[in-house]
């Protein structure tokens, strides 16, 4: 059962602090995603990542966020210095190029205090 | 104005009724239309995609795009408690640039 997997699942920390998320894509996805969802944003595209090409980080705060994709089996997003603003869902999604479909992970619940 | 307008609800129905949720747009680009569910605590996760305008069909759910008045619809027959989530629409004039809508929260009660 092929799923895109994030870690932590939960993170709780204090403002100034980096912050590291990681996301396992589906094997044979090509492209991945970084979304942000809060209650009043809704879900916020951040980056996009075709064959491990940084295409589009538009949406994504460049002064203190960071995504960079390792090699094709790990994506990491980067915040430094975390603030309180941060605290949000994060979701990696993955798909397969051509595809319109986008498979999301279980997201990473960050909190910063 | 959003590009993609939906009522974030929430909308309570007993169990067994039809469920009818919509979106409407502005950009009339977009040429895939999708359904995503999620349930809380969890990721989106695809129910139903469309290119371009019509209906499709799957199981006892049914999407709807009618590109001449910028709408579409999801419908839900026999409207089972498990189905209680968020459900969002999304469109996207390419394949990578989803817009989403705000999600519509769908309570069936027993």
């Known amino acids: 059962d092929a799923r895109v997997t994030q870690t932590p699942r939960d993170k709780v920390t204090e403002m100034g602090q980096e912050v590291t998320m990681r996301c396992q894509p589906i094997?044979?996805?090509?492209?991945v995603f970084w979304y942000r969802q809060t209650m009043m944003q809704g879900l916020e595209l951040l980056a996009y990542?075709?064959?491990?090409?940084?295409?589009?980080d538009s949406g994504m705060p460049k002064d203190r966020f960071s995504a960079e994709m390792p090699d094709a089996t790990l994506a990491t997003l980067k915040i430094q210095p975390s603030e309180p603003r941060d605290s949000a869902v994060y979701f990696c999604a993955s798909g397969a190029s051509g595809e319109g479909t986008q498979y999301f992970g279980p997201g990473t619940r960050l909190l910063v205090l | 104005q959003k590009e993609v307008e939906q009522d974030p609800g929430p909308l309570s129905v007993p169990e067994g009724a039809i469920v009818s949720l919509n979106c409407t747009y502005s950009?009339?680009?977009?040429?895939?239309f999708m359904w995503y569910r999620q349930y809380s605590r969890k990721g989106p996760e695809l129910l139903m995609y469309t290119y371009s305008s019509g209906n499709k069909e799957d199981g006892r759910f049914t999407a709807q795009v009618d590109k001449s008045s910028k709408y579409i619809s999801l419908f839900i027959r026999d409207s089972q408690p498990s189905d209680s989530a968020t459900y969002l629409c999304v469109m996207s004039e390419s394949n990578y640039q989803l817009i989403w809508g705000a999600g519509t929260k769908l309570i069936i009660k027993p």
């Open positions: 950009n009339s680009a977009f040429q895939y």
């Open positions: 094997l044979g996805h090509n492209t």
């Open positions: 990542f075709r064959n491990r090409a940084p295409l589009d």
